[in-house]
């Protein structure tokens, strides 16, 4: 399979340059995918100082529902190695329940 990405300015001109790679998928896919696409994106700036950040996402769950669908998600993406702790859980556990006990 070959794939040609075409960008309309340069590389990483758009919000992949200004935010990062998100990776906080819930399928193993998409994770894996977007783990390789941060590594590669981080070689292009070390080895052609494209400028890219990588910042960082805020996903808000609006239900318990949500809350529920993102802990799953956290124990895939610790399962493989992107959450390295226990920090993103439990911040997660304590504002559900702050939020839905009020």
């Given at each position: 399979m070959k794939v040609d990405g075409i960008r309309k300015k340069y590389l990483a001109s758009g919000a992949?340059?200004?935010c990062g790679i998100r990776q906080q998928w819930s399928t193993e896919e998409n994770i894996r995918l977007a783990m390789g696409t941060l590594k590669f994106f981080e070689k292009l700036q070390k080895d052609y100082h494209i400028?890219?950040?990588?910042g960082g996402y805020l996903v808000l769950a609006h239900t318990k529902h949500?809350?529920?669908?993102?802990?799953?998600?956290?124990?895939?993406?610790?399962?493989?190695?992107?959450?390295?702790?226990?920090?993103?859980?439990?911040h997660l556990a304590t504002t559900s329940t702050r939020a839905f006990t009020s």
């Open positions: 992949t340059g200004r400028e890219y950040d990588q949500e809350v529920e669908q993102f802990k799953q998600n956290i124990r895939l993406q610790k399962k493989l190695g992107l959450v390295d702790g226990e920090t993103q859980t439990n």
